[in-house]
T-cell receptor
């Protein structure tokens, strides 16, 4: 099955820095979701986006649904150690089966003090 | 508290044995899903069910079987036909229809030797 391309694959940042990551697809998506996964745990939903151009915040996290509907971006401001983990994007393709999501390959975030 | 439970957290089996992983949700969600995650990899869909007594194969269904006799339960059986069964298995659920947000359980790590 198709997977979304996420970049960067991994990143090391210093505590307090802002983080940006993105997710791209060759096809149009109706919905974009962002998840965070801690080691050995299930992913936790952070933000859901349903409309092209939509910008949504959840605390220090902000995500945007790209205008072309083929990409999405996640920003984390003023990172803290507990931001460490793997961030996955997921989308519902325009031509896909209702309720089936396509997942990205993940961005591993590590924060140094 | 509403949520998804998976049990057990860790499971060990000998090669050639079938094993069933449990997934229960009390969110009153119509749709349920099983994913497999290998180290450093994204999520791959095994099976999904949009309604009771109905389920569909995902991208990697070979060697797995499921049932959906009750709305709140979606057990996954890893059969002896699955060539590489050792992995982290995640169950998820969603309301279904045009609501694509999936919520995940804590996962079961299966080790087959």
């Amino acid at each position: 099955g198709q997977q979304l391309n996420q970049s960067p694959q991994s990143m090391f940042i210093q505590e307090g820095e802002d983080v940006s990551m993105n997710c791209t697809s060759s096809s149009i998506f109706n919905t974009w979701l962002w998840y965070k996964q801690d080691p050995g745990e299930g992913p936790v939903l952070l933000i859901a986006l349903y409309k092209a151009g939509e910008l949504t915040s959840n605390g220090r996290l902000t995500a945007q649904f790209g205008i072309t509907r083929k990409d999405s971006f996640l920003n984390i401001s003023a990172s803290i150690p507990s931001d460490v983990g793997i961030y996955f994007c997921a989308g519902q393709p325009n031509t896909g089966t209702a309720s089936k999501l396509t997942f990205g390959t993940g961005t591993r975030l590590q924060v140094t003090l | 508290d509403g949520g998804i439970t998976q049990s057990p957290k860790y499971l060990f089996r000998k090669e050639g044995q079938n094993v069933t992983l449990s997934c229960e949700q009390n969110l009153n969600h119509d749709a349920m899903y099983w994913y497999r995650q290998d180290p450093g990899q994204g999520l791959r869909l095994i099976y999904y069910s949009q309604i009771v007594n109905d389920f569909q194969k995902g991208d990697i269904a070979e060697g797995y079987s499921v049932s959906r006799e009750k709305k709140e339960s979606f057990p996954l059986t890893v059969t002896s036909a699955q060539k590489n069964p050792t992995a982290f298995y995640l169950c998820a659920s969603s309301m279904g229809g045009h609501l694509y947000e999936q919520y995940f359980g804590p996962g079961t790590r299966l080790t087959v030797t």
